[in-house]
Nanobody
């Protein structure tokens, strides 16, 4: 069993930066690809960024490419999402998720591929 806890959200001005952290319990976390998703009010949960087990493969939604960076430190059981150039449309609850059953070298982009989820952290970008 893996438990995920997100942190680092808050209120940020447009153009600013924030770094989200996803801390995991469980020794097997380092084997799992991890994704960041977000959900704005009235919208479906959407993929933001993902990273494979080693950190050697990353994938981003077009809407955040060039602004967000995902990374992981398996020694600390933590995955990060560095967000730069934030826009009001980035406002959402951000969730991290771990893919237990998929191939560990592959990053999935659909929420249904992920078995473990954190509780989410709110990011609000003011204009």
């Amino acid at each position: 069993q893996v438990q995920l806890v997100e942190s680092g959200g808050g209120l940020v001005q447009a153009g600013g930066s924030a770094r989200l952290s996803c801390a995991a319990s469980g020794r097997t976390f380092s084997n799992y690809p991890v994704g960041w998703f977000r959900q704005a009010p009235g919208k479906e949960r959407e993929f933001v960024a993902g990273i494979n087990w080693s950190g050697g493969t990353t994938y981003y939604a077009d809407s955040v490419k060039g602004r967000f960076t995902i990374s992981r430190d398996n020694a600390k059981n933590t995955v990060y999402l560095q967000m730069n150039g934030l826009k009001p449309e980035d406002t959402a609850v951000y969730y991290c998720a771990a893919d237990r059953t998929g191939f560990r070298g592959v990053v999935a982009i659909t929420p249904g591929a992920y078995e473990y989820w954190g509780q989410g952290t709110q990011v609000t970008v003011s204009s």
